[in-house]
């Protein structure tokens, strides 16, 4: 009845191309973008950023990340984690300023980033080395790919915890993000305000989801599903597929590098590479884009929150609701996980945005099906 | 319905803690996870040590002790989301038992004044409470464990050790990483020449490391290890026939899970300790009546006695008596985390104390003051018995090098408290 296109008309080829031509759905769209900007921002408080908002938001960015490159492109990558790590460490370096050294002579120093522009340098160290390690994605393909892209995983872990430069020679090889500031305000660090965090992870989400969206829609997105749909046709209609897969990297890896510095940054404040970027962080930003849906942004946040909120959730219920142990709750929770993971993926193979389109598909026709 | 319910537990808590007047204590636990071996048993010993002041004396100075346990998993998001959603319910201090934990809340805890005991791991260089206000690390930390683990190695060897080869194998972390500088600095000091061999998480390949071991054959092995790593080095250890009385683990690669899957290969393996194993003490009498046979020990209550346990139980009591010496600074049976802090800054541990707790010979005798977080240092060297299952303390508590480690804390705290706009002080 009231999600339909009948009714909202369109005058120019602009308000026909917009991402929400439905009304409802452009309302909705708004009313979201209010609720998180204006509402949100004055009622939060440290749980719920910490343990809800926060990692809830930076998973989303990097599975924007991973689904540019898998599900639009096709590119299988393992190395989520590795370039998250890069994008934390890029960041790091950024913020505390870059020191280079040439034969044991302190041969000079970048003047410290503000904490906005570092997590950009984070974002575009990261396409920088996605682009490196994609080049390999010319000549191989499917599991080969993945294979590639896990040795990235591993590399880049063993390069943050080797050389001592990227942790500024500090004795225990963490990093710890000192307080910065935007114009007054911490955004880092312990003193940091809940609202300021939250803010400035939104606005990254914002960003990057608007940019994801309108890339996927334009000459790109179009390239790089021919690409995943059939390389060789892709080739033959005339896509490079050289610059089609490498600006597919570059563009993933941006996100995934954003993802990284505000997850180093903002979210822990300190990190070690091994624990934080390991291959577990891989494959759980894997899970979320293949349970949210593959070539979907809006799959990449529903698949974030699944994997995000539901622990906290059954956390939150079975041990501080029920009173039950934390052990018999921590294991319940992989089990329910798991088997909500395995019914999702027969019920819907598409993922979360399959259902999400669907629902669309039925509110089109509501209330009168026939 | 999902944002409501959570609200509404949230809500509970909050409302539920002021309301009972009860001392909060958290135990960030980890009873899963690929750690769990060992986080099992110090859980259990944690929340023993408060059961067991509930049911005998009604809890600390007359206050019921509410223990929230909160599983981290070793993880450190999951430590995160577990400081966040417990700091609320007035919990007095916070036992992280992570490194990587430690370090993300020693800023936070520090902002939020809660105090953050991290005993026998964490940041080394919070002994300094000059610089780092809200943090202790008594009794003893990772640098004390290295020296006094290269001065074992001096008392076998009649106090000369210059030439000798001593290889560290370590778990490839901030954890592993803590005793580095110290053995370098004891090396310039001792001439003794040092090998580094890093093995990376979770370390259930060593392979390589072992292989170099007895190519190079060092005269001593060092491990700072953890988990499964442990038992992992061990294993290897046996299957290269290293000698097992040269091979030293720090605390945490001292445990019986580290060593009973090695069998009696492992007969003789020494590691570090700051507190005695066994459960030869008066307080193990009233543990067994007060919690074990009520039916209340915590976990499966199969893990009594072991090391890890009586470390648990040792945190506990540590933390229950400066709870006391709160109380009795402050003059007030309920405790706020300032005040808790207050009474750990005071807490001073005697025999005589510990006699009166049932834990004669247990553990140091230290004192902790502003300027001193990390207490006096005092470790000992155990020795594991396969034929009695037991692990036997074949020296004192000695003290640690404090020429060495003194100037490594000033400098490594200085660098912190610079980079996080600390200014030393006591006030």
Known sequence: ?370 | MKLKLITAVTAAIVAAAPAMAELTFTALSYRTGPYAANGIPFADGYQDYFTLLNERDGGIGGEPVNLIECETGYNTEKGVECYESTKGSGALVYQPLSTGITYQLIPKATADGIPVHSMGYGRTSAKNGEVFRNIFNYPANYWDGASVGIKHLLDINGGDISGKKVALVYHNSAYGKEPIRTLEELAKKHGYELTLLPVDHPGQEQKSQWLQIRRDKPDYVLMWGWGVMNQVAIQEAVNIRYPMENFIGIWWSGSENDVLPAGDGANGYKALTFHATGANYPLFDDIKTHVVDKGKAAGAGDQIGTALYNRGLYAAMLAAEAAKTAQGIHNTTALTPAQMRDGMENLEITEAKMTELGLPGFGPSFKVSCQNHGGDGLVAVVQWDYASKSWNMISDFQQSDQDILNPLIAEDSAAYAAEANITPGCN
Not at chain 1, 79 to 102: H, R, S
Not at chain 1, 186 to 207: K, Q
Not at chain 1, 209 to 233: E, P, Q
């Open chain 1, 1 to 370: 009845m009231f999600y339909r296109e009948a009714g909202d008309f369109k005058t120019s080829y602009v308000d026909d191309n917009q991402t929400f031509p439905i009304k409802f759905d452009r309302y909705r769209y708004y009313a979201v973008l209010f609720v998180a900007f204006a509402i949100i921002p004055f009622v939060i408080n440290d749980y719920w950023v910490n343990a809800v908002f926060m990692p809830f938001l930076i998973y989303s960015i990097a599975a924007i990340g991973l689904n540019i490159l898998i599900g639009y492109c096709g590119q299988v990558s393992l190395g989520t984690g590795g370039f998250m790590a890069v994008g934390a460490y890029a960041c790091y370096k950024f913020m505390t300023g870059i020191d280079i050294w040439w034969g044991g002579e302190l041969l000079f120093r970048l003047p410290e980033f503000n904490i906005f522009f570092s997590v950009l340098m984070g974002g575009l160290t990261t396409a920088l080395v996605g682009v490196l390690f994609g080049l390999p994605s010319l000549r191989i393909k499917g599991f080969y790919l993945a294979v590639a892209t896990l040795a990235a995983q591993f590399f880049l872990v063993w390069v943050f915890n080797r050389v001592s430069w990227f942790y500024n020679y500090s004795a225990s090889g963490q990093i710890s993000a000192p307080e910065h500031h935007i114009a007054g305000v911490a955004i880092t660090g312990p003193n940091a305000d809940a609202w300021a965090m939250y803010l400035f992870c939104l606005v990254f989400v914002a960003a990057s989801a608007i940019v994801a969206r309108n890339l996927t829609r334009g000459s790109f997105g179009r390239k790089w599903m021919a690409i995943r749909d059939m390389d060789i046709a892709a080739e033959i209609i005339g896509v490079d597929p050289l610059r089609a897969k490498l600006s597919a990297f570059a563009v993933s890896s941006f996100f995934v590098g954003i993802s990284g510095a505000l997850f180093f940054a903002v979210y822990l404040g300190a990190v070690e590479v091994g624990e934080a970027f390991g291959i577990q962080k891989s494959f759980l930003v894997l899970f979320m884009v293949i349970i949210g849906g593959l070539g979907s942004i809006f799959g990449s946040f529903a698949g974030a929150a699944f994997l995000v909120l539901l622990p906290v959730f059954l956390k939150n219920t079975l041990v501080g609701a029920l009173g039950w142990p934390t052990d018999l709750a921590a294991h319940l929770e992989f089990m329910i996980v798991g088997a909500l993971i395995i019914i999702f993926l027969i019920a819907e193979p598409h993922g979360l945005a399959q259902l999400w389109r669907v629902t669309k598909e039925k509110l089109r026709l509501w209330p009168f099906p026939h």
